[in-house]
């Protein structure tokens, strides 16, 4: 468990009553990784998600390496190499792995950790469960994770704008 003081700091779970707090920092433990932890692959059944309190995670998707050799036998067998190309940046005080508190629970990207980081890690299989319990709890987590990616989305269209105008991709 961590201190519900600590989650009070961040934005994410302004609003939040001093009881919903404490809820979630029951379901919570604080960890430090190092530069290059892999918290999850895109695919992965998601257990946790994570509110980072210090670093920066990138968040990405594989992609074929087009400066790997591929031959047609890679492909049939499903043995392309690929590397991942960062589609966002999470930093200090945002939430990741979100994903892990919507059906099917798996990841969208990959999240690996650009800095050595610290960061809120939520047992998100337990929340799950609270939330149907709570149904007024798991309504408002809900909305504040569709405000995430309603956020995500507009940044990935500044992107997309920005490289359109800047004639890079």
Same mark, same amino acid.
Request: proline fraction near 4%.
């Given at each position: ?13 302004? $609003?939040? %009553? ?14 430090? +990784? ?18 980072? %309190? ?8 594989? +992609? ?16 392309? =190499? %690929?590397?991942?190309?960062? #589609?966002?940046? #999470? ?19 990959? $999240?690996?950790?650009? %800095? ?9 299989? =337990? ?16 909305? =504040?994770? $569709? ?23």
């Amino acid at each position: 468990m961590i201190s519900p003081e600590l989650l009070r700091r961040y934005p994410f779970f302004a $609003g939040l %009553t001093h009881d919903q707090l404490v809820t979630l920092a029951k379901a919570a433990e604080e960890i430090s +990784v190092e530069t290059g932890h892999v918290f999850f692959n895109e695919g992965d059944k998601l257990n946790h998600f994570y509110l980072l %309190t210090k670093g920066s995670v990138s968040m990405g998707i594989p +992609v074929p390496d087009r400066d790997k050799k591929q031959t047609v036998s890679d492909q049939l067998l499903g043995e392309i =190499k %690929t590397k991942d190309v960062s #589609v966002s940046t #999470v930093g200090t005080g945002d939430v990741f792995a979100w994903s892990a508190l919507i059906p099917p629970h798996t990841a969208t990207a990959g $999240g690996t950790a650009l %800095t050595s980081c610290q960061v809120v890690k939520f047992d998100a299989e =337990k929340l799950r469960t609270l939330f149907e319990e709570q149904s007024d709890f798991g309504y408002l987590m809900i909305l =504040k994770a $569709g405000q995430i990616v309603r956020d995500r989305l507009r940044d990935l269209r500044i992107e997309s704008l920005a490289a359109t105008i800047t004639g890079s991709s």
